[in-house]
C-alpha cells in the first residue's frame, strides 16, 4: 500500500487537505503536508530510539514512555551530547506532547494521530497495540509481535475487524542480504533442505537469565512510572533487574532468547520453505529457571532447545 492510499482513511484526508503535487512544493525532494502522517510513538527509548528515528520525516505528534530520563539517555552518546544522526529526533522529541500513559494520549489526541510506533518491553505489546487499533489507528509493533500466541491471534482479529494498517518490526526480514539468501533457497542453490538449525548467543551477555528473583526492592526512581512499566504483569516491588533492559529475562515482561531472536532467525527458514503452522514442537527437559515470588514466574531457564517439525517432513532445531 503506498502512502496516499493510507492517507485515504486517515485523519488528514477527513480533515479535507488537498493533496499538492510534489513539484509545486519544491521538486523531487521535498515530501508535501499531504503526504506527511502524523505519529506518536509508544516505549521511544532504547530500540524505540531507532524505530522514531525513521519517523523524522513525518510528524511526531506526541511520545509515550515510562522513563523520560531514560529516553534522554537513548539520544545521547557516550560524552552526554546528542549522538550523530539523533538531532532531528531530539528536536521532534523536544516538540512533542508527552504522556506516561498511551491511554490518556489516546484520548487527548486521537483525532490527531494517523498512526503508532510500539516499542515497549514484549508484555506492554498487545495490550497497547489493540487499544490503538480499536481507536482505528495504524499500528507498526516491534518484534516480537507479542508475549503470547492468544495475544498474536487476538491482534489479528482486531487487525481484520478495524481494517487497519498493520506491520511487525522485523528487519532481517526487510534487508536486501536476507531477501537474497532467500531467493539462493528458492533457486534450489543448496538442494532439497531436510532439516533446519537455528541458534544464537542470547541471553550471554545481553541480559541475566535461568537466575531466582531479586531479593528485596529498590527506591523507584523519580522518573520512572512502575505501575505503568507492570501494566498487565502480576505486582512486583521494582528493581533494577527489570528496569530499563533486564527485562527480557522475566517471563512477565520479555520472551527470552526466542522471541528476542526467533523473530529473526527461524522467520527466515520459514519463509524460504513456505512451512506454515508447526505440526508439533516440544522442547526437552531444561535447566532450572530460578525461584519466583509473589505468584509470578521466574524466567526462562539459561540455556535451551526447542525442536518441531512442519510441512514435507521438514525438522528444525
Known sequence: MDRRTFLKGSALTAAGLSVVPRPVLGGAGHQPPS?????????????????????????????????????????????????????ALHEAYEQAERYADYRRMFDDLEDEIDGVVISTPDHLHAVAAQEAMKRGLHVYVEKPLTRTVREARTLMETADAMDVVTQMGNQGHTLPDGRRAIEWVWDGAIGAVQEIHAWTDRPARWWPQGVSRPEGSMPIPDAVNWDLFLGPAPEVPYHEAYHPFDWRGWVDYGTGALGDMGAHLIDHAMWALDLGPRRRCGAPRTPSAGTATSGSPGPPPRQSTTRSGGAGGIRSV
Open 35 to 87: 503526504d506527511t502522517l502524523n505519529i506518536a510513538g509508544i516505549g521511544v527509548g532504547g530500540r524505540g530510539t531507532s524505530n522514531m528515528n525513521a519517523m523524522t520525516s513525518e510528524n511526531i505528534v506526541a511520545i509515550c514512555d515510562i522513563d523520560f530520563d531514560h529516553v534522554d539517555q537513548s539520544l545521547r552518546d557516550g560524552n552526554g551530547t546528542i549522538a550523530d544522526g539523533l538531532g
